[in-house]
């Protein structure tokens, strides 16, 4: 049982690129979610969606983008990457929004 | 707005020295506290959810209590596996999908 999978890993960009965040759940959870993890602060909800087509805003959504076309897969596109955006990314799913969320391992993402 | 401070921001324990960790919030009525373990290069792992004022939960080395306007992470006769940041959340009632996390209290046991 896979759980909540992260690709890349790892990843620079120059300032101005784009890319997108792979998030895949083999739960068949309705919930997933977003956040952003820098230090010295808590994690901080980007975006978020209760189900297949259902996605909205979180707490720092500019500058991001996120789409939810199957249960399984929630990707978060960033659109055109800033200095500002060097965080660790974290996707996390649970069965309901208000149930504990399981946490992928996080992508590391550099923008230089 | 819902507020969660964690404190100390890091804890250094000699193995078998119990001690406690905090999480204050703020929340316009609490549906759930949440408190996770993040190991370094991972993603947080979840331990308990606290729903109302006096409910208490544990395992193993840890033990979670919640009044109405804290929450604390007890470890007891700490064990170096335990090293770790434990983060703590909370959920309003009104909302069904964001969750605020406090910035975590990284926990260091020496053996």
């Known amino acids: 049982n896979a759980g909540v999978t992260q690709t890349p890993k790892f990843q620079v960009l120059k300032t101005g690129q784009s890319m997108t965040l792979q998030c895949a759940q083999d739960m068949n959870h309705e919930y997933m979610s977003w956040y952003r993890q820098d230090p010295g602060m808590g994690l901080r909800l980007i975006h978020y969606?209760?189900?297949?087509?259902?996605?909205d805003q979180g707490e720092v959504p500019n500058g991001y983008n996120v789409s939810r076309s199957t249960t399984e897969d929630f990707p978060l596109r960033l659109l055109s990457a800033a200095p500002s955006q060097t965080s660790v990314y974290f996707c996390?799913?649970?069965?309901?929004?208000?149930?504990?969320?399981?946490f992928g391992d996080g992508t590391r993402l550099s923008i230089l | 707005e819902d507020q969660v401070t964690q404190s100390p921001e890091a804890l250094r324990l000699q193995e078998g020295e119990s001690s406690s960790l905090n999480c204050s919030y703020t929340v316009s009525g609490l549906r759930g506290l949440f408190w996770y373990r993040q190991d370094p290069g991972k993603g947080p792992e979840f331990l308990f959810t606290l729903y109302s004022a006096g409910e208490e939960k544990e395992k193993e080395r840890l033990k979670a209590t919640l009044t109405k306007k804290e929450s604390f992470l007890h470890i007891t006769a700490p064990k170096p596996e335990d090293s770790a940041t434990y983060l703590c959340?909370?959920?309003?009632?009104?909302?069904?999908?964001?969750?605020?996390f406090g910035a975590g209290t990284t926990v260091t046991v020496r053996a």
């Open positions: 969606s209760v189900g297949a087509g259902i996605t």
């Open positions: 996390a799913s649970s069965p309901r929004g208000y149930q504990p969320q399981h």
């Open positions: 959340a909370v959920q309003a009632r009104m909302d069904d999908y964001k969750l605020s």
